[in-house]
């Protein structure tokens, strides 16, 4: 049981540097940002979780923007909204390690449902709750929170998942993964 674990720890580690690396990549080109980073990292997490389970899935769902915050791929603006996001991640995930054991369709419903949540929360974070929470975050910076937690979350998260399922389908058919 314990090298089950190691094992685990060590591909999830992986999972996580491959997730610094796509975000230092996207550090160099913020053009192509949110829609290049956002899906791949999004993928990094569905991957993690399906490969290693849930609770590794969430430990590297809490790194990553925290890690993207220290790398400056994350303005250092919106480190105050850093929490959120990591709920944003745990939502994300623990809707698709749930949701994927139910029936045939279970890991598409997951997707779709915890890339809808994941977004339904960031939304409502970036909108309403950093007011609540006088977060005191400047309204130029918190306007640019709002846009870039709105569809943006919604159609990265589901890209990312998408992505995520089909490696997931490759590595099973090259009985890499089963």
Known sequence: MKNLNINKLVKASLFLAIAIVFQVIGKTAPQISQFFVGPAINAVLILTAAICGGVFGVLVGCLTPLLAWLTGQLPSAFGPFIPFIIIGNILFILSF?????????????????????????????????????????????????????????????????????????ILRKRKVYV
């Open 97 to 169: 390690v749930i949701i994927s054991k139910r029936g045939k369709y279970g890991k598409y419903l997951g997707i779709i449902i915890g890339a809808f949540i994941k977004y339904i929360f960031l939304w409502i974070s970036a909108s309403k709750l950093i007011t609540l929470f006088q977060l005191n975050i400047p309204a130029k910076i918190a306007n640019k929170l709002v846009i870039g937690m709105g569809i943006p979350q919604l159609i990265t998260a589901l890209i990312g998942g998408a992505f995520a399922l089909l490696l997931i389908e």
